[in-house]
T-cell receptor, first 113, second 110 residues
């Protein structure tokens, strides 16, 4: 079966712009989590959605937001981009909130110039 | 912060067993030990998890000490494709996100 699909794979944006990243979970998976990965901070949790509701949130500023649709697809948005937002953004899906064995996508690499 | 401690890097000869240690001395009774790995430029891949019994699947074995304060991930016959960063993570199953530490960079050498 298809894995977790993230689009786009690569993105270049300018400081001050906003960006929307998309994640399509594995069919039947209802929980979607987002992580940011940078060389300096490693993998950091952004937020988790289940049944269209944000269930858990990491320590990121309000510029980072997300949502989940009724088909479990999720988007995350970053407004007023900063150079430090350059990172690999990873999405993971699972059957339910807190279920074991999250499956990660290949990520979206965002570069802010 | 991650609640686990792993060596930053390890080498292993191709075809030999790779034994990756993890210390988690403050583990709580309801926390599982999870292992993920991340091959360069890809998302993390689930390997195995366990609570207190040893576990084995087609990828690896997980050995957890009786006091649960440490564990070892064993890749029985390492190949070059097993070169990756391996993360040991503690997580209670419900309502908790994964907290990734820096992991162990395993290099499998020909």
């Amino acid at each position: 079966k298809a894995g977790v699909t993230q689009t786009p794979r690569y993105l270049i944006k300018t400081r001050g712009q906003q960006v929307t990243l998309s994640c399509s979970p594995i069919s039947g998976h209802r929980s979607v989590s987002w992580y940011q990965q940078t060389p300096g901070q490693g993998l950091q949790f952004l937020f988790e959605y289940f049944s269209e509701t944000q269930r858990n949130k990491g320590n990121f500023p309000g510029r980072f937001s997300g949502r989940q649709f009724s088909n479990s697809r999720s988007e995350m948005n970053v407004s007023t981009l900063e150079l430090g937002d350059s990172a690999l953004y990873l999405c993971a899906s699972s059957l339910a909130q807190g279920a074991p064995g999250y499956t990660f996508g290949s990520g979206t690499r965002l570069t802010v110039v | 912060d991650a609640k686990t401690t792993q060596p930053p890097s390890m080498d292993c000869a191709e075809g030999r067993a790779a034994n990756l240690p993890c210390n988690h001395s403050t583990i709580s009774g309801n926390e599982y030990v999870y292992w993920y790995r991340q091959i360069h430029s890809q998302g993390p891949q689930y390997i195995i998890h366990g609570l207190k019994n040893n576990e084995t699947n087609e990828m690896a074995s997980l050995i957890i000490t009786e006091d649960r304060k440490s564990s070892t991930l064993i890749l029985p016959h390492a190949t070059l494709r097993d070169t990756a960063v391996y993360y040991c993570i503690l997580r209670a199953n419900y309502g908790q996100n994964f907290v990734f530490g820096p992991g162990t960079r395993l290099s499998v050498l020909p």
